[in-house]
């Protein structure tokens, strides 16, 4: 599978490859924007294992990748968008649903000494270690180096989540929102305009914000009437601090619970 894409040559760049089983469709995403989506016409084997995955060459060591790579994740879910966004700036624990692989490349030193170093860890249960091969493991090169840690620039933001979840049911008539956003977020683009709540019965509701980074939480004013619907916009007027807006208008409904008569 190829696509054209061009790297800048000693800038870091985050790679998310999906394939859909169901249409062999392969998605390429870098930093967190939608590349280009192509078909694989060859299916790729589902005959018994065991099958090896190859990092930074071919599986017969041939055209080695010339570069640095770091964190590798390997998912048995096509990942969404937002996902990907979201997850991106952040070392995992390694026990996130569907995720199979993860090696951080956290092991060693720097550029130091790392020639006992000769198995990468996987961070989940799964135990998929990996063998390092033909790795020097000492110096600047051919070795555990520093990472990256962001790839955020002017991205477009995304939603990541939030709480009520959408089509939640029972929700308590006096909770917050909270709403975790890919990016952490301009504060003076936040208000009950560009974040609009409004219920089936009560109509506009209105409430305070409290910031902290990438996530958001609203406090109605006034507690939530009971059995109504609460729809939630937030609009593309809300920004990023790196100026990044969202693409459309992010929308969802959740219900509040029946209050018991005392």
Same mark, same amino acid.
């Given at each position: 599978?190829?696509?054209?894409?061009?790297?800048?040559?000693?800038?870091?760049?985050?790679?998310?490859?999906?394939?859909?089983?169901?249409?062999?469709?392969?998605?390429?995403?870098?930093?967190?924007?939608?590349?280009?989506?192509?078909?694989?016409?060859?299916?790729?084997?589902?005959?018994?294992?065991?099958?090896?995955?190859?990092?930074?060459?071919?599986?017969?060591?041939?055209?080695?990748?010339?570069?640095?790579?770091?964190?590798?994740?390997?998912?048995?879910?096509?990942?969404?968008?937002?996902?990907?966004?979201?997850?991106?700036?952040?070392?995992?624990?390694?026990?996130?649903?569907?995720?199979?692989?993860?090696?951080?490349? *956290?092991? &060693?030193?720097?550029?130091?000494?790392?020639? @006992? $170093? +000769?198995?990468?860890? /996987?961070?989940? #249960?799964? %135990?998929?270690?990996?063998?390092?091969?033909?790795?020097?493991?000492?110096?600047?090169?051919?070795?555990?180096?520093?990472?990256?840690?962001?790839?955020?620039?002017?991205?477009?933001?995304?939603?990541?989540?939030?709480?009520?979840?959408?089509?939640?049911?029972?929700?308590?008539?006096?909770?917050?929102?909270?709403?975790?956003?890919?990016?952490?977020?301009?504060?003076?683009?936040?208000?009950?305009?560009?974040?609009?709540?409004?219920?089936?019965?009560?109509?506009?509701?209105?409430?305070?914000?409290?910031?902290?980074?990438?996530?958001?939480?609203?406090?109605? *004013?006034? &507690?939530?009437?009971?059995?109504?619907?609460? @729809? $939630? +916009?937030?609009?593309? /007027?809300?920004? #990023?601090? %790196?100026?990044?807006?969202?693409?459309?208008?992010?929308?969802?409904?959740?219900?509040?619970?029946?209050?018991?008569?005392?």
């Amino acid at each position: 599978v190829q696509f054209d894409y061009t790297f800048n040559p000693g800038v870091w760049y985050h790679i998310a490859i999906l394939r859909d089983g169901s249409t062999m469709d392969i998605t390429l995403y870098v930093n967190g924007e939608f590349i280009a989506t192509t078909n694989m016409t060859n299916a790729l084997p589902v005959s018994p294992g065991p099958y090896y995955v190859s990092l930074g060459a071919r599986y017969n060591g041939l055209i080695p990748f010339e570069g640095t790579i770091d964190e590798v994740r390997i998912w048995d879910v096509l990942r969404t968008n937002a996902e990907i966004k979201c997850a991106m700036d952040e070392e995992l624990t390694g026990s996130e649903s569907n995720l199979v692989v993860y090696y951080k490349f *956290n092991q &060693g030193v720097a550029r130091g000494d790392n020639t @006992s $170093v +000769t198995t990468l860890d /996987d961070a989940t #249960s799964n %135990n998929h270690d990996g063998t390092l091969v033909n790795f020097a493991l000492t110096g600047n090169t051919s070795n555990f180096v520093h990472g990256v840690s962001t790839f955020y620039t002017e991205a477009e933001l995304g939603v990541c989540a939030q709480t009520p979840s959408p089509g939640a049911t029972n929700v308590e008539w006096d909770s917050d929102i909270l709403v975790t956003f890919s990016h952490e977020m301009d504060e003076s683009t936040i208000d009950n305009t560009s974040f609009d709540v409004s219920g089936s019965t009560s109509g506009d509701i209105t409430g305070s914000f409290l910031f902290d980074g990438k996530y958001v939480t609203f406090s109605p *004013n006034t &507690g939530f009437e009971e059995d109504e619907i609460i @729809s $939630v +916009t937030i609009n593309t /007027d809300v920004q #990023s601090i %790196n100026g990044g807006n969202l693409a459309t208008n992010y929308s969802w409904n959740f219900t509040i619970e029946s209050i018991p008569l005392a």
